[in-house]
């Protein structure tokens, strides 16, 4: 059974700081890797997606790899800023016809002026 | 390009009610899954449709159900409500059928249901 874990549930950091963000899942066999942004109340705003045939994907200043062999998944937020703040969710798309995501618990991330 | 539109955003309902949920996917996008997010569970898988037929279920009883019409707009039903049940109800829509291959799913604002 896929299970996906995201370590540090909660992370606080001064603005300005570069952070990384660590999602882990136990089965390999994946169609891709989703990361999504939630601020409190609200949806989910899908961040990058990297496909499981990739090693990483960019989009400004986020970066976000994939080391599927491992089972891991790190995002990468560089320079962070206040409106950065909000719950950071990883999810993955097993392989095979039942594609549904499956999604850690979060971390919530809060980025102090 | 609209996003996913889901409506209503707020309910508050009575526990033994039964309520309905719409979702709109992305135009074009065909396949609509539905998912429920409570603090203690986090996300959680309900049903996938694509082209109207359900093509995967999570582990829900069977007063949560859904259904997707011709133009791609989903509903979802739960009947005998629960105070469990009160959750933010999202609905994500993507362009490929599930199990052909790595597609990027876009989520709706959600619908917060409140169960009194």
């Known amino acids: 059974k896929q299970e996906v874990t995201q370590i540090p549930a909660a992370l606080s950091v001064p603005e300005g700081e570069n952070l990384v963000l660590n999602c882990s899942f136990t089965?390999?066999?994946?169609?891709?890797l989703q990361w999504f942004r939630q601020d409190p109340g609200k949806g989910l705003t899908s961040l990058l997606l990297?496909?499981?045939?990739?090693r990483e994907q960019t989009s400004g200043r986020l970066n976000a790899s994939l080391d599927k062999s491992s089972g891991r998944s790190t995002l990468y937020i560089a320079a962070s800023q206040p409106g950065d703040s909000a719950t950071y969710l990883c999810?993955?798309?097993?392989?095979?016809?039942?594609?549904?995501?499956?999604f850690g618990k979060g971390t919530k991330l809060s980025v102090k002026p | 390009k609209a996003g996913v539109t889901q409506t209503p955003r707020y309910l508050i309902k009575t526990r033994g009610q039964q309520v309905t949920l719409s979702c709109s996917p992305i135009?074009?996008?065909?396949?609509v899954s539905w998912y429920q997010q409570t603090p203690g569970q986090g996300l959680q898988f309900l049903f996938e449709?694509?082209?109207?037929?359900?093509?995967n279920k999570g582990n829900f009883p069977g007063r949560f159900s859904g259904r997707q019409f011709s133009n791609s707009r989903s509903e979802m039903n739960v009947s005998t409500l629960e105070l469990g049940d009160s959750a933010l109800y999202l609905c994500?829509?993507?362009?490929?059928?599930?199990?052909?291959?790595?597609?990027?799913?876009?989520f709706g604002q959600g619908t917060r249901l409140t169960v009194v």
């Open positions: 994500a829509s993507s362009l490929v059928a599930p199990g052909e291959g790595g597609t990027e799913a876009f």
């Open positions: 089965d390999s066999a994946i169609y891709n």
């Open positions: 990297i496909q499981s045939s990739q």
């Open positions: 999810a993955v798309r097993p392989a095979g016809s039942q594609g549904n995501l499956i």
């Open positions: 135009s074009g996008h065909r396949s």
């Open positions: 449709y694509f082209s109207e037929t359900q093509r």
